[in-house]
């Protein structure tokens, strides 16, 4: 009997820090894979690989290339659940009808406020709020009313509400979201498989009043700043308080995802009639100042196990499925896990264990990081480079087109951290088995790409430019 499939994607969640801080859907987990890796180090490769199961020199869609234009819905797994009803609730900027995301959907929402925020222009002050208030008036739903009028004086007035005592920015997008599933599953018919993702956890890491104030110990006004991914290393200005505040509330954030997420998959398993299963996972992680991670806070320029070991959980899998799953387990499988899920099949042995790889293509649109860059070309060069990883068993193999070759031993029992074995090591003969093009070869034509005014100004809503 068909199954409805719910997938729930954590925007930018470690596997290590959810498993300390989701202590509500783990507690629901029937499942966990404790060895789950992401695809790539971003959202839209990572997105596009969950899709297809192809790494993102295969699939195309990259930093240079946001539009899901060339890829067919026979391209991915979406096309083999042609029997069910699919849905995409997503208020993330590069999952929108204007990169082409909601073909694969026969219904795709986004949240009423981040609309409004992307056609409102450049109106400020007074006119911008009456615009708030038109456009949140058209909805149907008194509750999206109202948080549209929220949004409305917070997206305005923020700097002058912001000095206001017991007064923070509240909760918009996520509340929007479960809303608007609660009422999609409602009214769809069933089986039906349902995408959303949801973006607290990704940055700006700063102080809301929706945070639990016993996980963190920051001030009011503090925030995480406005640092380029070279600014990090070295620099006093990210010291002890810093990393503090910064994990704390990163953690936080994710707490808060929990509360929100555990109260959706409940209302999810008691109001729909057929079996329902849930993933729970991560598109990529974060780095978080270990020096492990080159004491980065971001997960741009990085391949760590920060970036690429993440969370997988499942609720109310098919009878016979194992309870934990040790092996190796790749986002390039995590279609052919829903399809099968969807059919009640258990049978996963096939799609765990063995070698599995990830790819990083350096920032793409070079030019407008270039532009902040303040070293040296060789230097520029290390930065913006693209990075491949092949895992087998508790080795790590990394290279790249900055010429780094690394192999890292990574403990099964000690998520998202890796130790420096080896240097100038040969590039693993496994890794023919999944990149079929020169790695130089296909940065060179990423970088002449060329990328749109539109692109860039959703880049760098998320921090990317």
């Excluded at 949801?198 to 700006?204: D, K, T, V």
């Excluded at 639990?212 to 001030?219: F, T, V």
């Excluded at 649109?365 to 930065?383: A, D, R």
């Amino acid at each position: 009997m068909r199954r409805n499939v719910v997938l729930i994607v954590l925007d930018t969640v470690r596997k290590d820090f959810f498993h300390e801080y989701a202590s509500r859907l783990l507690k629901r987990s029937d499942c966990i894979f404790q060895q789950c890796r992401a695809a790539s180090s971003w959202s839209t490769p990572s997105h596009a690989s969950m899709l297809t199961g192809e790494l993102l020199h295969q699939h195309g869609v990259h930093a240079n290339q946001q539009n899901f234009n060339d890829v067919d819905i026979s391209d991915t797994f979406l096309g083999e659940l042609d029997e069910f009803s699919r849905i995409c609730v997503a208020y993330h900027n590069l999952l929108q009808p204007k990169y082409s995301f909601d073909k694969y959907f026969d219904v795709h929402r986004t949240t009423p406020t981040r609309q409004i925020r992307n056609n409102l222009g450049t109106d400020e002050g007074y006119k911008k709020y009456l615009n708030f208030v038109f456009e949140s008036f058209k909805q149907p739903d008194p509750y999206l009313i109202y948080k549209g009028l929220q949004d409305g004086l917070w997206s305005t007035f923020d700097s002058q509400l912001s000095m206001l005592p017991y007064l923070e920015r509240p909760d918009i997008d996520a509340g929007e979201t479960s809303h608007i599933i609660k009422n999609e599953i409602k009214k769809t018919q069933e089986p039906f498989f349902l995408f959303t993702n949801y973006l607290e956890a990704h940055s700006p890491i700063q102080v809301t009043r929706h945070l639990d104030r016993d996980l963190y110990s920051a001030s009011e006004s503090w925030d995480e700043g406005s640092y380029e991914v070279w600014e990090m290393q070295d620099n006093p200005e990210l010291d002890e308080e810093y990393t503090t505040n910064y994990r704390e509330l990163y953690g936080a954030s994710i707490e808060y995802l929990d509360r929100k997420l555990s109260r959706l998959v409940d209302h999810i398993q008691s109001t729909t009639e057929r079996e329902t299963t849930v993933l729970v996972t991560a598109d990529h992680g974060h780095n978080l100042g270990y020096p492990d991670e080159d004491h980065l806070f971001s997960h741009g320029c990085s391949m760590s196990e920060g970036v690429l070991h993440i969370p997988l959980i499942l609720i109310n899998p098919p009878t016979g499925f194992p309870n934990e799953i040790t092996e190796h387990f790749s986002h390039l499988d995590l279609g052919e896990l829903i399809v099968r899920l969807s059919h009640g099949d258990s049978h996963i042995e096939d799609i765990v264990g063995g070698t599995i790889a990830s790819e990083h293509e350096g920032f793409g649109s070079p030019q407008s990081k270039f532009e902040k860059f303040p070293g040296s070309q060789e230097e520029w060069e290390y930065w913006n480079r693209s990075i491949r990883v092949i895992y087998e068993d508790e080795t790590k193999f990394e290279w790249d087109t900055a010429g780094g070759e690394k192999k890292y031993h990574v403990d099964s029992d000690n998520p998202c951290r890796q130790e420096l074995v080896e240097t100038n090591i040969p590039t693993p003969d496994t890794a023919d088995e999944f990149f079929d093009i020169d790695m130089a070869e296909y940065k060179k034509k990423i970088d002449s790409m060329k990328i749109s005014d539109d692109v860039k100004e959703d880049l760098a809503d998320l921090g990317y430019l």
